[in-house]
């Protein structure tokens, strides 16, 4: 699938999640462990911890991952907790994961892999 290379494509109403198949061939494609999780209101949603030595490093990672996700089009939520930061992702318009969500996922990862 080669999500290194993609981009995040806008999504239109009605357009279907990603299957149980779909998204778990999704997430072999991830370098390093995201959890599948249920929303409240929603369905699934990916989330990743990253942990980081302390605050100013929280906040230098999220000010990378602020223009990534302005440049894809494609925006998380974001929760701050002094040296970690949670990355949320999920598709809002259709109410679940599509390959976008993987995709960003993706060059977040690259963020504190590379």
């Given at each position: 699938?080669?999500?290194?290379?993609?981009?995040?494509?806008?999504?239109?109403?009605?357009?279907?999640?990603?299957?149980?198949?779909?998204?778990?061939?999704?997430?072999?494609?991830?370098?390093?462990?995201?959890?599948?999780?249920?929303?409240?209101?929603?369905?699934?949603?990916?989330?990743?911890?990253?942990?980081?030595?302390?605050?100013?490093?929280?906040?230098?990672?999220?000010?990378?991952?602020?223009?990534?996700?302005?440049?894809?089009?494609?925006?998380?939520?974001?929760?701050?907790?002094?040296?970690?930061?949670?990355i949320e992702l999920w598709t809002h318009k259709?109410?679940?994961?599509?390959?976008?969500?993987?995709i960003l996922a993706r060059k977040i990862e690259?963020?504190?892999?590379?």
């Amino acid at each position: 699938m080669d999500l290194d290379n993609r981009h995040c494509v806008p999504c239109e109403k009605g357009m279907p999640p990603l299957t149980e198949a779909q998204l778990h061939g999704f997430l072999k494609e991830l370098r390093t462990s995201w959890e599948v999780v249920t929303g409240k209101s929603a369905g699934w949603r990916i989330k990743k911890e990253f942990t980081f030595p302390d605050f100013r490093h929280s906040m230098l990672f999220v000010n990378k991952v602020a223009p990534l996700a302005e440049r894809e089009g494609h925006h998380p939520d974001i929760y701050i907790f002094y040296n970690k930061v949670v990355i949320e992702l999920w598709t809002h318009k259709i109410s679940g994961l599509s390959e976008n969500d993987f995709i960003l996922a993706r060059k977040i990862e690259k963020l504190t892999l590379d």
